[in-house]
């Protein structure tokens, strides 16, 4: 039987990226893109989705034969923190929608994003541990917990695959996230290649984990091919890329850009990032499925400013600011 899968969320930072990655190993023809709104970057099938509506995702299950599920539409931290109870709405209502369907239509394997936003104060710092304490103050992180336990809950009671991995702050040039805490990482090198002052949300020494978007899709895609029995963890893997911290960024940048400019101007995002880890363990990956980061703080800003300055197509006369 082909693997046909449905990605919810498809238009967000990692979905689009994902959705890609996904066409190439599964075909375009398998893989079924879906958002609130219309992709109109997408090659391939898409369809509209609004994930609070089960019956709408039912639908879409039974018309393509759909064998896997990523579920990746969420309200982040930074934004849910404006509407704490819509966000828990919206955030548990898609798990269980996605988790209800995927039970009654045997769906082979599901993928939900969890974050180190699940940590909290309870937590060490340095290399936190897989299984440490989850005291999350965010509403997002309350979710992404809860969630977690509501996956490993449908693997324990249904027998359904849930898979989870606890994502760090993602980043790349294909896309721009929205709404979370570690956003900051991403803006920051669009600016630098603009030639514009960057105003920082975080204290310059604020260390957080992250990880390039490469990295981010090789793991997803490793956890969700890896043989049943080697996952040995149901509610999510911890996994490392770096750590670093905004001032660390931008002395990388500026041995590109001396004159780069920035001022710092923390708000309740740093709040947010100080409970935060800023090293992650992630022993449990490495050994049940292999996981190794590949890009440090060195490549990934390298890489970062070579494509972006492609996208915005600096160094042509008529500088084009390209739509993500
Ligand atoms: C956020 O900042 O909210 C996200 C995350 C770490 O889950 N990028």
């Given amino acids: 039987m082909d693997t046909v899968v449905l ?16 066409q190439k ?30 019956d709408r995702i039912h639908e879409v299950v039974i018309t393509y034969k759909v064998t896997q599920i990523y579920h990746l539409a969420a309200i982040l931290s930074a934004k849910g923190e404006e509407t704490p109870l ?35 104060e309870g ?34 009671r249904y027998g359904l695959d849930v898979r989870s991995i606890r994502y760090p702050g993602v980043i790349g040039y294909q896309s721009l996230p929205g709404g979370g805490t570690t956003d900051y ?28 978007m490469e990295d981010a899709i090789r793991a ?23 750590s670093f911290s905004p001032a660390e960024v931008v002395s990388e940048i500026r041995k590109l850009y001396p004159d ?3 001022a710092y101007h923390p708000d309740f995002r740093q709040e947010i990032a100080s409970r935060w880890p800023k090293s992650i363990d992630d022993s449990s990956a490495v050994h049940d499925w292999g996981w190794q980061p590949e890009f440090d703080l060195e490549s990934i800003t390298t890489i970062m400013i070579q494509k972006l300055k492609e996208k915005y197509k600096i160094g042509a006369k008529n500088r084009k600011v390209l739509m993500f």
């Fill in 123 to 156: 937590a060490p710092l340095e290399q936190t541990p897989n299984d440490a304490y989850l005291d999350p103050a965010t509403v997002y992180g309350i979710s992404k917990a809860a969630g977690e336990n509501w996956a490993q809950y449908y693997f324990l």
């Fill in 185 to 212: 990482a991403v803006d920051i090198y669009h600016k630098a290649v603009l030639g514009e002052k960057f105003d920082c949300f975080l204290n310059n020494d604020t260390t957080l984990p992250m990880i390039f």
């Fill in 7 to 22: 990605v919810i969320g498809a238009n967000g930072q990692l979905g689009s990226v994902l959705t890609a990655a996904l």
């Fill in 260 to 262: 780069f400019s920035v």
């Fill in 220 to 242: 997803t895609i490793a956890l969700m091919e890896a043989p049943k029995k080697d996952i040995t963890i149901r509610t999510s893997y911890n996994i490392a890329g770096v």
């Fill in 25 to 54: 190993k599964y075909g375009i023809d398998n893989v079924i893109a879906s958002d609130l709104r219309s992709g109109d970057n997408f090659k391939g099938i898409f369809e509209i989705i609004d994930a609070t509506d089960r």
């Fill in 86 to 120: 819509a966000t828990w709405d919206i955030n548990m209502k898609t798990l269980f929608n996605v988790l209800e369907v995927s039970r009654i239509n045997n769906i082979n394997r599901v993928f939900f994003p969890s974050s180190i936003a699940v940590f909290g």
